[in-house]
């Protein structure tokens, strides 16, 4: 005896539905954590960098005395080798946020290249004070003096942009929660103003042959 059954349109879609819906609410579940676990990353990343500019931002305007010190012992024929420190975790947090929020990734990225600027200025004029150091020859010593000077005037403009980038990343990510505090935001822009009013206190002592465009760095 033979039984035949005859699966219809409805049969097929009364079966079709719990798996499909079953599918739909897995990818929706991996969807969901995906975006849960973005949004954990983010948060954190912007909370480490929110410390670190809040913290290094009134550092700014001694950077600047310590630069413009540097370039007067120089003019003077004195050396000072003084170390400077950009860290690089904070760039690297930064280059993850580009990606985490590409809404926002070109002011992450002004914040990486103004950093990465600096920390090679000043790899630059270490470099520099070292050579300087090492001279006897009154000749090369003058001319080593001047690009000493030229490379302080060049770090103090560029320290300058990294704090105004910094000011635009505070910015972004107290944009973005209400758990910051603006009165923060204040005093990383009053430090800034600040910094400003330093840099404006110095310049290079230069003679009319030396030249202006920016050293490179040593390889």
């Known amino acids: 005896m033979t039984i035949q059954t005859t699966l219809t349109w409805l049969d097929a879609f009364k079966l079709f539905v719990p798996i499909a819906g079953s599918l739909i609410i897995s990818l929706l579940m991996l969807w969901a954590k995906a975006k849960y676990s973005n949004w954990q990353e983010k ?14 931002s009134p550092n700014v305007v001694e950077a600047l005395k310590a630069l413009a010190q540097i ?6 024929g004195k050396v000072k080798i003084r170390a400077f420190d950009l860290p690089k975790p ?14 926002n990734s070109y002011v992450y990225a002004d914040y990486i290249s103004y950093t990465d ?8 004029l270490t470099h520099l004070t070292k050579e300087f150091a ?39 990510i107290a944009a973005g929660s209400r758990k910051y505090d603006k009165q923060d935001v204040a005093n990383i822009e009053d430090n800034l103003k600040e910094a400003k009013k330093e840099k404006e206190r110095w310049n290079p002592k230069l003679s009319s042959n030396i030249n202006t465009e920016t050293p490179s760095a040593p390889s």
């Open 43 to 56: 948060k954190s990343k912007h909370e480490f960098l929110w410390r670190v500019i809040k913290q290094d």
């Open 71 to 76: 370039g007067d012992l120089a003019n003077e």
């Open 90 to 103: 904070p760039t690297d947090f930064a280059r993850d946020l580009a990606e985490l929020d590409p809404k």
């Open 117 to 124: 600027i600096c920390r090679s200025g000043f790899i630059l």
């Open 134 to 172: 090492c001279l006897s020859d009154s000749h090369n010593s003058d001319r080593i003096k001047e690009v000493i000077a030229q490379q302080v005037g060049v770090l103090r403009k560029d320290l300058i942009n990294l704090a105004e980038s910094e000011v635009v990343v505070i910015k972004t």
